[in-house]
C-alpha cells in the first residue's frame, strides 16, 4: 500500500488553526474517495502511550493510499504531550505545537499555504517534491528570571527556508533584532 503521508517535518513548526489549500491543490485531490478511517494507538515498552493519530484510507483508480489525518500527538516517556499535530484530510500538517519534558511551549507553527504542483493525482502520488508549504512559526524560551515561557523569536518559512523579516525578542517582549531572509 503506497502511504501519501505528504507530512513535512519542519525542525520549527505549530499554531493550532485551519490551513489555507490553494485552488490548485483542492483540484487535484478532489477525486479521492475515502473509504476507511481507523484510529492508532502506539506504546511505550512501559505501557504508557508514544503516538496517537488516525489513518485514514483512499481509493484511486483501484489502489489504496494512506495517510494520517486530524489530531496526532506525540507523547514522552514520561507522559508529557511532546508534540500536538492538526493535519488535513491528505496528511500535511495544518499546525503543530511542540513542548519541552516539562510541559512548556518550544515552538508553535501555522500552515498558511499548502500548495501543489502536480498536474495529476497519479503524479501527487508518485513524490513529494511537489508540495509548497507556507508557515509561520514562533519559538519559545523559558525565562529563569521571569520564571515562564516567552516568544523568543518568529517569521515565515516558505518550503523549508526562512522567508522574509524574522523578528527576535528580549524576554520582556522588546524586538531585540530583526534579520531578512
Known amino acids: 500500500m503506497k502511504s501519501i503521508s505528504v507530512i513535512l517535518i519542519l525542525l ?3 499554531y493550532s488553526s485551519n490551513a489555507q489549500h490553494t485552488t490548485r491543490f483542492l483540484e487535484i485531490v478532489k477525486n479521492l474517495e475515502q473509504v476507511s478511517c481507523e484510529t492508532d494507538t502506539t506504546f511505550y515498552k512501559n505501557g504508557k502511550v508514544y503516538w ?3 489513518w485514514t484510507t483512499y ?3 483501484s489502489e489504496n493510499y494512506s495517510c494520517k489525518i486530524g489530531s496526532m500527538v506525540q507523547y514522552y516517556k514520561n507522559g508529557m504531550i511532546a508534540n500536538e499535530y492538526s493535519l488535513d484530510n491528505y496528511g500535511n500538517i495544518k499546525s503543530i505545537k511542540g513542548f519541552d519534558r516539562k510541559g512548556n511551549k518550544t515552538f508553535e507553527s501555522l500552515a498558511i499555504e ?3 504542483k502536480a498536474k495529476s493525482l497519479d503524479e501527487f502520488f508518485e513524490s513529494l517534491d511537489h508540495m ?3 508557515t509561520w512559526t514562533s519559538m519559545y524560551r523559558c525565562s529563569s528570571n521571569l520564571g ?3 516568544l523568543y523569536k518568529e517569521g515565515l518559512w516558505i ?3 526562512k522567508n522574509g523579516v524574522w523578528t527576535t525578542y ?3 517582549g522588546d524586538i531585540k533584532k530583526e534579520k531578512i531572509f
Open 12 to 14: 520549527l513548526v505549530g
Open 52 to 54: 496517537t493519530t488516525c
Open 59 to 61: 481509493e484511486y483508480n
Open 114 to 116: 499548502i500548495d501543489s
Open 132 to 134: 509548497n508549504f507556507k
Open 148 to 150: 515562564v515561557s516567552y
Open 159 to 161: 518550503n523549508g527556508k
Open 170 to 172: 528580549h524576554e520582556n
